[in-house]
């Protein structure tokens, strides 16, 4: 088995501030100074097991450490585990209600024969409700630098890399247009999924340290706007993060390239200009009968809204199936439940008015599913002359959103989606101009977004300072007894309580989902298979007792031969043995294990080692 050889070594660089409250669950990373408990490594072996045994840490894209911050709501310890969350995401009171939780999907729980995947984004709001009144955020800051770094967009990715460069000490400026920070948090999402008190706090303690932060500001080329051309002249870097901000036109039938006949009728709005005017302000209505043509969270948040706002008949209508929209089972439930009705497998091909130019109605055109696409979704495949009218009073476009790039007043590279192209540290091809979420990859999620924050916030860095100054490298924490019971394999998932729909209705504040108490949270968290923790069998030490094999409640005791190493170090396949004389070791497959601890119980030589092996950012 791998063993840790990197030692940790204090940066005498590094300071640590913190806010104005405090609690005593909540310490910085700890380090290992006379702790022969703790040690660190970056052997590819140890970093690869990370990645394949912790299924849902690899699958977020802001690579949160969701077993550790589960553990700590088990041990009713929120505001430790509030920490750890923020330590990876930013915003964990804000991605604990809107993330789109690809960490479930991947959940081992959830595996065939396993159940359903832990309420992982619901335990991320359960440490952020729960953690003390007086919780003190602390952060290790570097020493100032003198670099100052302009981020056009105060959106997720904008506000996650902001966070960063300023601990990493540089001086921070934030342009936004808008009147509030957020992006699409403030101005797209609806209330009713994500309060405005919890998101203003959380951009607050994201921004604190420094950053400076300028709304109202208008980055382009008209009179009065500030170019970026300016921008680069007067501070050493520059980072794009403006989003996509702009709706997809809806395709319609003998429509020319270019051309969008839906703005030539009353009664129809893009979804995002519908929700960006709604939140600025601004007095919206609807009719009796709204359509909503789409499939993500736009269409499912306009829909919902539209039922707030007083329509009687909503809609939504998809190109595939119910089974194939990119949002969560529990946000189809929650609109399915406001009212909404959801129909598949047509195309939008029509506009139908009155001769007063009023909406009387959408024309669709009858689908069948077809193969993937290269996105991994479905065909949907127009039948000829399978037309049909659907009347409305109302029809909101929420297809999707593209990047715009008129605002650049210096010429940089597109790639082929006419989305700015960056190199592998993220910088466009004017030099120190970087650029950062879905400006780059065009519409995808917040978690998605603060991740490519993140990431781009290092190399900027590295760009900035000539060096990489942090590094990703696995805490390896030696584990004194099992932590899980099995007995917590067979606690059903427990899910969110809500609001009564009588109550959701009587305004657009009205928070849908109402959070879990500490009981609901804690028995949810039992449920973690604590992926992080790793089983190992000393070689030497093992009697070949068969002891762990017959006690073992899965098939993940195996006896080995071989394992296979990959070209990046890491352990591939076992080679199983069938034969005694063949056998190698007897080993523990960590992919089927689920940390019950039966064999660490019952081992007479003690053989058998628990190890918590996480993924952390250390000062070089």
């Known amino acids: 088995m791998a063993k840790a050889t990197t030692k940790a070594t204090t940066n005498d660089n590094v300071k640590s501030r913190s806010s104005d409250a405090g609690t005593p669950d909540s310490p910085n990373i700890i380090t290992d100074q006379g702790d022969e408990t703790i040690h660190y490594s970056d052997d590819p072996r140890d970093i690869g097991w990370v990645r394949e045994n912790v299924p849902c840490q690899a699958s977020c894209p802001a690579d949160t450490n969701i077993p550790g911050y589960i ?128 998101l203003d706090l959380e951009l607050h303690n994201a921004l604190r340290l420094g950053v400076e932060l300028k709304t109202g500001v208008n980055i382009g080329s008209g009179m009065g706007d500030t170019r970026v051309s300016g921008l680069l002249r007067d501070f050493d870097a520059v980072l794009l993060a403006t989003g996509c901000m702009a709706a997809t036109p809806l395709p319609l039938k003998n429509s ?9 009728f009353r009664d129809v709005e893009y979804g995002l200009d519908f929700l ?43 190109r595939t199936a119910e089974e194939y929209i990119p949002v969560s089972k529990e946000e189809i ?46 065909q949907a495949i127009p039948i000829d002359g399978s037309e049909f009218v659907e009347p409305c009073d109302t029809l909101i476009i929420a297809i999707g959103q593209i990047t715009v790039n008129d605002f650049i007043d210096v010429k940089v590279d597109l790639d082929r989606w006419s989305n700015v192209a960056i190199g592998d540290n993220g910088m ?25 924050g993140h990431e781009i916030a290092l190399n900027l860095d590295g760009w900035l300072m000539g060096g990489v100054r942090r590094k990703q490298v ?101 080679e199983e043995a069938s034969e005694w004389n063949k056998v190698g070791a007897i080993w523990i497959d960590n992919n089927q294990c689920i940390r019950c601890g039966a064999c660490f119980m019952v081992c007479p030589t003690r053989c058998i080692s628990i190890t918590r092996n996480q993924l952390v950012t250390r000062d070089l």
């Open 276 to 318: 960006l005017e709604l939140h600025r302000g601004e007095k919206k209505r609807v009719g009796r009968r709204v359509a909503v043509v789409g499939a993500g969270f736009t269409a499912l948040d306009c829909a919902r809204m539209a039922r707030r706002l007083g329509a009687e008949e909503v809609t939504i209508h998809l």
């Open 71 to 198: 553990r700590m709501i088990m041990e009713e310890r929120h505001g430790r585990s509030y920490e750890i969350n923020r330590d990876a995401n930013v915003l964990p009171g804000v991605l604990g209600r809107i993330c789109s939780r690809p960490c479930e999907d991947s959940c081992r729980h959830g595996w065939p024969g396993n159940g359903e995947p832990v309420g992982i984004c619901n335990l991320k709001r359960a440490a952020a409700d729960h953690k003390h009144t007086s919780h003190r955020i602390s952060e290790s800051l570097y020493t100032p630098t003198g670099k100052k770094i302009a981020i056009v967009g105060a959106g997720p990715a904008g506000v996650a890399a902001a966070h960063d460069l300023s601990i990493l000490g540089h001086d921070v400026t934030i342009f936004e247009r808008e009147e509030k920070p957020g992006g699409m948090l403030q101005f797209g999402i609806p209330e009713f999924r994500l309060p405005r008190d919890i």
């Open 428 to 452: 466009t091809s004017v030099k120190g101009l970087f650029a950062a979420g879905d400006y780059v990859s065009g519409a995808s999620t917040a978690i998605e977004a603060i991740g490519h």
């Open 333 to 378: 439930f929650e609109t399915k439940r406001e009212g909404v009705r959801i129909k598949g497998l047509r195309t939008p091909v029509g506009i139908v008015a009155d001769k007063m130019g009023r909406l009387t109605g959408v024309e669709f055109a009858q689908n069948r599913l077809g193969g993937w696409r290269a996105n991994g979704r479905r």
């Open 256 to 264: 020319k390239k270019g051309d969008d006949p839906s703005r030539d």
């Open 474 to 574: 696995v805490q390896v924490e030696k584990v004194d007894k099992p932590l899980r019971d099995r007995a917590f394999d067979f606690i059903e998932r427990q899910h969110m309580p809500t609001a009564n729909l009588d109550e959701r209705f009587k305004s657009l504040e009205v928070e849908a989902e109402t959070g879990m108490d500490h009981d609901l949270a804690k028995e949810e968290a039992k449920r973690c298979y604590l992926c992080d923790h790793k089983y190992s069998i000393d070689v030497d030490g093992c009697i070949y007792c068969r002891a762990c094999i017959e006690v073992a409640p899965r098939n993940c005791i195996k006896l080995v031969q071989g394992v296979e190493i990959n070209e990046n170090g890491t352990y591939g396949e076992l």
